[in-house]
């Protein structure tokens, strides 16, 4: 019996203690007061710098360093009477969710940032809002475009959540209009980056506003290289364009494929797709009749001065032309340059509120002003390539 | 006939165009000790497969008789046939070499004791008893073997011929009718083996179980089995007790046949 | 019927690129029952070759395809060395877990070094496309389609016939027995991985060439489904990759063509596990039974 | 039978004691959201390492698709508590993911557990590869983009309790009669059938209570890092929890928490490193295994039971 009794007493404790234990931590649930600058403003950067999305990352972290030395060459961020330097704090969260919630979490915490850039996808993005919210620290991310990313479950906004980019609605209903009205195309093919809620997300956009009829959609991951087969049953489809919302690894190769197979007719993409390298991947040759949407034009120099700068200084840096993703890391740093300025603090806090409040910012990829929902409002053009060069600019309306 | 264990009938294997048993019909009565012999590649091993279901038969029928009355064990799984009685040991030796001496003999004992999967992972005090009936058990057939102070080795830390003493206690563990022994005296120096033939006269005797083995050692063979079965190519050669078996020309020339080409 | 048979040319020429990957898979499975993990980033590590070749030293695309095969060769042997062989006498998964670090080190590693940028591989030969009946093929997919075939004949005659092959058969069956009878184990492996190797290399400048588009993780993804070529097929089968390689490539292809390009992989992997319940060694490989 | 209570004391007191130290240390500010971050991870690795580790070092069976099972549980949760936001919700969220998972790992494992060695392996990396492409495509899990604003249901405090449970059940498991027919199973295959084991049973238990400890796993990371995506869950996610089960020591539960513990430790040292970071970790992964191929505690176990049993024994000398 004694066993018995033995048994019962250590099953029940281990019950108990289970449930108060998982119950009752010591809940430590005070308002944090945000983080403070010290002699330099630390801005943390929470990137894909290894990893699927590593690519991209190391654009924007060369567009966050083209910036920070900007700013830091001109005597840094003027809080209030002083000037400050900025002191970057670049964290590889190896394009993992879970890694760019613990990145958030050291940067905030232990590295004191007061504000954040990045991180580039959506999902990292998310992934790391409960330890931004939770340290009252404001991060921007230059690409994440999901339309929830900085919107809490109700809807209300994520106070500390701002994007550079687009929203991917905004950005998917724009194609549709400039495929309707035009490219005058009644009938067309959908071909989806289908690994990640940027392709998705713009397709989905795009069904919702395309009035015409939908004659193929199509799904492709990331890291994909043939895409004949999808190609091959598009030839006789009749189409008058095709909507390929992805990025131009894999939009090089589709239009590419496309084009050696005798499939002339539009293909029209996104903001994803706005680097040089497209028409490298693609053939200058192949790369004709090829749109997409982006903020921000390499032409946009000859209206933008700022853009102007931004390329000419890329350019002398890196020895390559600007790719979209590394103007909106630019942005992004100027954006937090310029909440800083107007609010006359660095407190992290303060920061937030700036970039809210946000209003015809100049920046390279547009005049921005911050909505009600963090989503930066600015104009879109349409780049048309022709022989893998921008030769005609679009404005949507 | 009415002590009939273990009948097959006609068994025939064939391993895609070779023939390794054909038409073999071999019978064990209870308590009974029995021998299989012949050269090598002769289709013992395979035939005790065949028996203990490792190998599907390609034809033939095996029926065993239980309480319940006669049984068919054709197209059963081994671990079916096992739990109705038939156990083995193997040529190759094949003990659970990480785990403990205990936990082999436990492990045979498996279907014998019942424990919920709730229980045991919420240690009720019904599994707690079933543990200790089954550790008594298993150390106690331990002790009848000799192998109570290895209760705690991992078997493949045992000598060779404990080994082998080894895989015998947990064939019996699994409480057989019928235990098969794949050439239990193989490596053994004569101590051994005059050991071996002690025990298996034991077992035989206080279990109450049938025997057979499989056997190169005719010393022991001649000695200790009641019956005999010879088996060449795969066929039956002879049957009968040990000195019939003796004055048998065909199993003379067999094995002489054999001495001669060595 | 058109679409059909340019679909057709679209699944083998996809398949020609599997089954060149395949052929290493297999290769090194075969003798020393290792899921080389790493051999999709040997393929990158070629197309990398080929690509400074070409850049830099501007040699030819014969010379940069062979002097790839050999730099390749010389990784394998290397890796070998280095990572596989101290661990000959563990536990399998010990000597997969060190592969997968080598992947690892070898993506990151190149992302590290030369950036994880896309970068379009320099077109030494130029595309031409020819017409028939309707359907296309370039002269690049005919180049890969017949190096594959060619490879994997040259393979098979090494295996079957040199002596070489003989001792790599041995090793593949037993490698105790063969160390016995004088086949220098050590240098039968090497042998092996400098061979799978030297094909990931032809590989990756020939996909290079024909994608024109290469990046530190493209090994990854093209890695597991040329593994998973391989084990269709029957892995250590020389043939059997190739069709694994093949069937893949049409599987893929009809799919696509049929409009459920989402569930592409999805099908491969039922495709992979039906045949594996019907043929638990693949096609051409042989199910070795325990002997009691 | 007193020596297996003390040891069982003895281990209460140390779960005890460990989530008492994490408490004090939270309290008193020397663990913050970051340090919390990485010791949730580790929680959560174990108990997704532990199943795995019971497949693999205890059954024997390579499977390399647990990945697959943690994206149901993730899902189950990140779906369920979307509507009902209590913590009833998340641990009927867990319930249901656990019966989900359990239904995959027999509708996977019945036909697929025949196969041997790598093409099992390969076979489940299949498997999981297809459930994580159907929940890619399906609407009620948001496609590609994931799900996100998943309440904050799970504390590093259940996180740690449940880490706990599972441990306890796993290992009870291991040590009893169903334990040892799956162990025998990873022995010798052949000699088990011949006692009577069926060893197809005991492999499918055992699958399906490591499917079911991953969507444990999964459900936990969904509700602490409110984020869950498709990629989270690809082949890669599956060999990491491979790479903690052989780094630890195939069939040993404490290598598992060492090597989850050293992993995850390192994994957030490294995010000083910047880009090199996973140069590291493959070069220390290549390097430990060629130095201990058995993985850091081969097969060894810590045991109170046997250290209180050698302490006597050498009282009694």
């Given at each position: ?46 990137m894909e710098l290894s990893g699927s999305a590593a690519g991209y990352g190391n654009?924007?972290k ?28 670049i964290r590889d969260n190896k394009t993992a969710?879970t890694t760019a919630?613990s990145v ?118 990331e890291g994909?290289k ?23 690894s ?148 | ?262 | ?19 060149l990957l395949a052929l290493g898979y297999t290769m090194v499975y075969?003798i020393i029952k290792l899921i080389n993990f790493a051999h999709g980033d040997i393929y990158m590590l070629g197309a990398f070759w080929g690509y400074y070749v ?13 002097s790839a095969m050999v730099f390749c060769a010389l990784v394998g042997v290397v890796i070998e060395a280095i990572a596989y062989r101290p661990l000959r006498h563990s536990p399998r998964i010990t000597a997969l877990i060190t592969a997968i670090g080598v992947s690892f080190l070898l993506e990151n590693g190149m992302s590290y070094l030369f950036t994880a940028n896309t970068r379009?591989f ?64 050590n240098?039968?492996i090497s042998?092996t991985f400098a061979l799978g190797s030297a094909m990931a290399g032809a590989a990756g400048v020939?996909i290079g060439?024909?994608?024109?588009s290469i990046d530190p993780l493209m090994g990854m993804t093209p890695g597991i489904k040329a593994f998973v070529?391989a ?62 | ?40 991870t580790?929680?959560?690795n174990?108990?997704?390492a ?12 390579f499977?390399l698709?647990h990945a ?50 790598d093409?099992?392996a390969i076979?489940?990396m ?105 990629s989270d869950?690809n082949i890669m996610a599956s060999i990491a929890i491979l790479i903690i089960v052989v780094l630890g020591g195939v ?7 060492v090597a989850a513990i050293v992993l995850g430790a390192l994994d957030t040292i490294l995010q000083n490193f910047g880009t090199l970071r996973m140069i590291i970790y493959s070069l220390a992964l290549i390097l430990i295994m060629i130095f201990k191929p058995t993985g850091l ?21």
């Amino acid at each position: 019996m004694k066993k018995w009794e033995q048994t019962t007493i250590k099953l029940t404790a281990l019950a108990t203690i289970a449930m108060t234990l998982a119950g009752c931590s010591t809940a430590k649930s005070s308002t944090s007061q945000g983080n403070n600058p010290g002699k330099t403003i630390k801005i943390g950067v929470n990137m894909e710098l290894s990893g699927s999305a590593a690519g991209y990352g190391n654009q924007e972290k060369q567009g966050i360093q083209l910036a920070v030395n900007q700013i830091n060459k001109n005597g840094g961020i003027k809080v209030g009477s002083t000037k400050k330097k900025i002191q970057l704090v670049i964290r590889d969260n190896k394009t993992a969710n879970t890694t760019a919630a613990s990145v958030a979490a050291q940067l905030v915490n232990n590295d004191k940032v007061v504000a954040v850039v990045g991180p580039a996808a959506t999902n990292a993005g998310t992934a790391s809002i409960p330890n931004m919210t939770k340290a009252a620290v404001p991060s921007v991310s230059p690409s994440a475009t999901d339309p929830g990313y900085t919107l809490q479950k109700g809807g209300t906004v994520q106070p500390y959540i701002f994007r550079a980019c687009y929203q991917n609605n905004f950005q998917g209903s724009s194609a549709a209009k400039f495929v309707t009205k035009t490219l005058k195309a009644k009938r067309v093919a959908i071909l989806t980056d289908n690994s990640s809620d940027y392709g998705t997300g713009l397709t989905k956009a795009f069904k919702q506003a395309y009035t015409g009829t939908v004659a193929s959609s199509q799904t492709f991951q990331e890291g994909d290289k043939d895409f004949n087969a999808i190609l091959t049953s598009l030839k006789h489809k009749k189409v008058d364009a095709i909507y390929a919302p992805g990025y131009y690894s894999e939009l090089g190769l589709i239009i590419k494929q496309a084009r050696q197979a005798g499939i002339n007719v539009p293909i029209i993409g996104s903001d994803g797709m706005a680097d040089a390298k497209l028409a490298k991947i693609a053939g200058n040759h192949n790369a004709t009749n090829v749109y997409y949407t982006t903020p921000f034009s390499t032409k946009s120099g000859a209206t933008n001065p700022t853009a102007a700068n931004f390329l000419k200084a890329f350019q002398a840096k890196y020895q390559t032309t600007a790719p979209t993703f590394s103007a909106l890391a630019y942005d992004s740093v100027y954006m937090i340059k310029a909440a800083i300025e107007n609010e006359k603090s660095a407190n992290s806090v303060k920061i937030a509120d700036g970039l809210a409040k946000l209003k015809n910012f100049k920046g390279v990829t547009g005049t921005i002003t911050m909505n009600k929902k963090h989503n930066p409002e600015k104009s879109i053009v349409v780049e048309k390539l022709t022989q893998g060069i921008v030769k005609q600019t679009y404005n949507v309306q | 006939m009415s002590n009939r264990l273990l009948d097959a009938q006609h068994l025939v294997k064939n391993f895609g165009g070779l023939t390794a048993v054909s038409d073999v019909s071999v019978h064990f009565d209870q308590n009974e000790l029995v021998g299989l012999i012949g050269p090598n590649g002769a289709g013992k091993t395979t035939l005790f497969n065949l028996l203990t279901g490792v190998t599907p038969i390609s034809s033939g029928a095996i029926t065993l008789a239980t309480d319940q009355g006669v049984q068919t064990l054709n197209g059963q799984r081994p671990a079916q046939i096992a739990q109705a009685g038939l156990s083995r040991t193997f040529q190759n030796i094949r003990l659970f070499k990480d785990l403990t001496v205990l936990d082999n003999v436990r492990i045979a004992m498996t279907n014998h004791y019942h424990e919920t999967f709730f229980g045991s992972i919420f240690r009720t005090p019904a599994f707690y008893r079933t543990e200790a009936a089954m550790t008594t058990a298993a150390q106690n057939l331990l002790g009848i073997f000799d192998l109570t102070t290895v209760a705690d080795q991992p078997a493949k830390n045992l000598p060779y011929g404990i080994q082998r003493r080894l895989e015998i206690v947990r064939a019996l563990a699994t409480k057989p009718k019928l235990l098969f022994l794949d050439e239990p005296a193989a490596g053994m120096n004569p101590e051994e083996t005059a050991d071996l033939t002690r025990l298996i006269r034991q077992i035989q005797h206080d279990f109450h179980i049938t025997i057979v083995l499989i056997e190169h050692d005719m010393s022991l063979v001649m000695t200790v089995v009641e019956r005999l079965y010879v088996l060449e190519h795969g066929a039956l050669l002879a049957a009968g007790t040990p000195a019939e078996i003796q004055k048998n020309p065909a199993v003379i020339k067999a094995y002489l046949g054999d001495e001669t080409t060595c | 019927m058109q679409t059909i048979g340019q679909q057709l040319i679209n699944g083998l020429s996809l398949g020609s690129i599997y089954a060149l990957l395949a052929l290493g898979y297999t290769m090194v499975y075969g003798i020393i029952k290792l899921i080389n993990f790493a051999h999709g980033d040997i393929y990158m590590l070629g197309a990398f070759w080929g690509y400074y070749v070409i850049n830099v030293l501007h040699v030819n695309f014969i010379v940069a395809l062979l002097s790839a095969m050999v730099f390749c060769a010389l990784v394998g042997v290397v890796i070998e060395a280095i990572a596989y062989r101290p661990l000959r006498h563990s536990p399998r998964i010990t000597a997969l877990i060190t592969a997968i670090g080598v992947s690892f080190l070898l993506e990151n590693g190149m992302s590290y070094l030369f950036t994880a940028n896309t970068r379009n591989f320099p077109q030494v030969i130029k595309t031409v496309t020819w017409h028939f009946a309707g359907m296309r093929i370039s002269n690049i997919q005919v180049l890969i389609l017949v190096t594959a075939c060619l490879l994997m004949l040259i393979l098979e005659l090494i295996i079957k016939k040199t002596k070489m092959g003989k001792a790599m058969r041995a090793v593949s069956v037993d490698p105790t027995a063969a160390q016995l009878v004088g086949i220098n184990l050590n240098h039968t492996i090497s042998f092996t991985f400098a061979l799978g190797s030297a094909m990931a290399g032809a590989a990756g400048v020939l996909i290079g060439l024909y994608y024109n588009s290469i990046d530190p993780l493209m090994g990854m993804t093209p890695g597991i489904k040329a593994f998973v070529a391989a084990v269709i097929g029957g892995i250590g089968s020389v043939p059997g990759a190739s069709l694994g390689g093949f069937i893949i490539g049409l599987l893929e292809t009809a799919v696509q063509a049929i409009g459920l390009s989402a569930y592409k992989d999805a099908v491969v992997y039922v495709v992979l596990i039906v045949i594996l319940l019907v043929l638990p060694a693949g096609i051409f490989g042989k199910n070795v039974k325990e002997k009691v | 039978m007193k020596t297996t209570l003390k040891a069982n004391a003895v281990w209460l007191g140390v779960m005890i004691l460990g989530f008492v130290v994490i408490d004090a240390a939270e309290f008193a500010g020397l663990v913050n959201t970051f340090i919390e971050n990485m010791l949730v991870t580790i929680g959560i690795n174990v108990i997704l390492a532990t199943g795995l580790n019971l497949i693999i070092g205890f059954s024997g069976q390579f499977s390399l698709g647990h990945a697959g099972f943690m994206a149901i549980g993730a899902y189950a949760t990140g779906i369920i508590t979307q509507s009902i936001a209590t913590p009833l919700g998340f641990y009927l969220s867990m319930i249901v993911g656990i019966f989900v998972a359990i239904i995959a790992a027999l509708i996977v494992g019945i036909p697929t557990l025949r196969l041997r060695g790598d093409y099992l392996a390969i076979a489940t990396m299949g498997a999981a590869e297809i459930i994580r492409i159907l929940i890619n495509n399906l609407k009620i899990t948001n496609g590609a983009a994931g799900l996100f604003n998943i309440p904050a249901l799970a504390s590093w405090a259940t996180v740690y309790t449940i880490m706990c449970v599972t441990t306890i059940v796993t290992v009870n498991f291991i040590h009893s009669r169903g334990g040892r027919a799956v162990m025998s199973v990873r022995e010798d295959e052949i000699a088990a059938e011949a006692m009577g084991i069926n060893t197809t049973r005991w492999k499918l238990a055992a699958f399906v209570f490591g499917a079911a400890t991953a969507a444990i796993g999964g459900s936990l990371h969904a509700a602490y890092i409110q984020t869950i995506a498709p990629s989270d869950f690809n082949i890669m996610a599956s060999i990491a929890i491979l790479i903690i089960v052989v780094l630890g020591g195939v069939g040993s539960i404490t290598g598992t928490f060492v090597a989850a513990i050293v992993l995850g430790a390192l994994d957030t040292i490294l995010q000083n490193f910047g880009t090199l970071r996973m140069i590291i970790y493959s070069l220390a992964l290549i390097l430990i295994m060629i130095f201990k191929p058995t993985g850091l505690l081969g097969n060894w176990e810590l045991s109170f039971k046997r250290l209180n049993h050698h302490k006597e024994v050498s009282a009694h000398e």
